[in-house]
């Protein structure tokens, strides 16, 4: 397995970007190795946020995934709520975003970088869940994606979801949650 590396964006505070690669040729194997970088991006922002409104809301959305699929509303829908377009990825980046990358042939194997929040994290709160929004839709948008490969990142992302909700992510035991929901979902 591959690693990914992800990168989204806010060029303004109502326009978020994706830009995702893998380093599988495989396209299953790619969108899978995918799947894992949500888990883990996911989870970091989950332990990062802790229970502020944005973490609460992030982990009742993620939690309220059942393995029927996305109940209510979809992650596309819920940036449109929030007044927030999806554009696509372009050579400017933005003010404000987040890098990260997975590759399970290193010792560090997962990096997570938020960009343009500042000591004290201002914003973190709303651009954060929108983020992790993006990046699910990004991935549910994928249409060579097998109804099979959406309902394991699905089970992924309601296993994090619910460890959030019930308070047991916490940015030591991140990593750990995160792999253990992947498995679960056989993304990995």
């Given at each position: 397995m591959g690693g990914a590396r992800?990168?989204?964006?806010?060029?303004r505070q109502e326009q978020v970007s994706v830009f995702l690669e893998t380093a599988r040729p495989n396209a299953e194997d790619g969108r899978s190795v995918a799947g894992v970088l949500f888990t883990l991006f996911a989870s970091r922002t989950l332990a990062n946020l802790g229970t502020s409104?944005?973490?609460?809301?992030?982990a009742t959305f993620l939690g309220g995934i059942s393995h029927?699929?996305?109940?209510?509303?979809?992650?596309?829908?819920?940036?449109?709520?929030n007044d927030v377009e999806v554009i696509p990825a372009g050579p400017g980046k933005g003010r404000k975003g987040f890098v990260s990358s997975f590759d399970p042939n290193k010792a560090k194997f997962f990096s997570y970088k938020p960009h343009g929040f500042g000591l004290l994290g201002r914003g973190a709160d709303f651009y954060g869940p929108m983020a992790v929004f993006?990046?699910?839709?990004y991935l549910f948008d994928d249409n060579g994606a097998s109804d099979v490969e959406k309902e394991k990142v699905e089970k992924a992302a309601h296993l994090v979801g619910r460890s959030?909700?019930?308070?047991?992510?916490?940015?030591?035991?991140q990593h750990e949650v995160a792999a253990s929901a992947a498995r679960a979902a056989g993304l990995q």
């Open positions: 992800v990168e989204v964006w806010f060029p409104l944005g973490g609460e809301a992030l029927n699929g996305i109940t209510g509303h979809t992650p596309r829908q819920l940036l449109r709520d993006a990046l699910l839709a959030a909700a019930d308070g047991l992510i916490n940015v030591v035991n």
